[in-house]
């Protein structure tokens, strides 16, 4: 069963989403909640901020900031 993190700021959210940056990962967006959110297939867990909290505490700048180095390198 998957389980659901919701996050309050931009820092919980990068820390949550942190040791899934290695893994399988998927888009897990819920619009009707205007939240968007990542899920780790590897885990079983879904990492979710509301659109509003995530520009009100730094919006990409921030996540960009905090989660620099924690992704690999783009390979496709
Ligand atoms: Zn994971």
Same mark, same amino acid.
């Given at each position: 069963? #998957? =389980?659901?993190? %919701?996050?309050?700021?931009? +820092? +919980?959210? $990068? %820390? !949550? /989403? &942190?040791?899934?940056? #290695?893994?399988? @990962?998927?888009? !897990? +967006? +819920?619009? $009707? !909640?205007?939240?968007? &959110?990542?899920?780790?297939? #590897?885990? &079983?867990?879904?990492? @979710?901020?509301?659109?509003?909290?995530?520009?009100? @505490?730094?919006?990409?700048?921030?996540?960009? %900031? /905090? #989660? =620099? &180095?924690?992704?690999?390198?783009?390979? =496709?």
């Amino acid at each position: 069963m #998957t =389980k659901r993190v %919701e996050c309050q700021s931009i +820092d +919980d959210y $990068a %820390e !949550a /989403l &942190g040791p899934h940056f #290695t893994h399988e @990962t998927y888009r !897990a +967006d +819920d619009i $009707a !909640a205007r939240a968007m &959110g990542k899920g780790c297939r #590897t885990c &079983g867990v879904e990492v @979710t901020i509301s659109i509003e909290a995530f520009k009100e @505490t730094g919006d990409l700048p921030r996540f960009r %900031e /905090l #989660t =620099k &180095g924690l992704a690999p390198e783009k390979k =496709k």
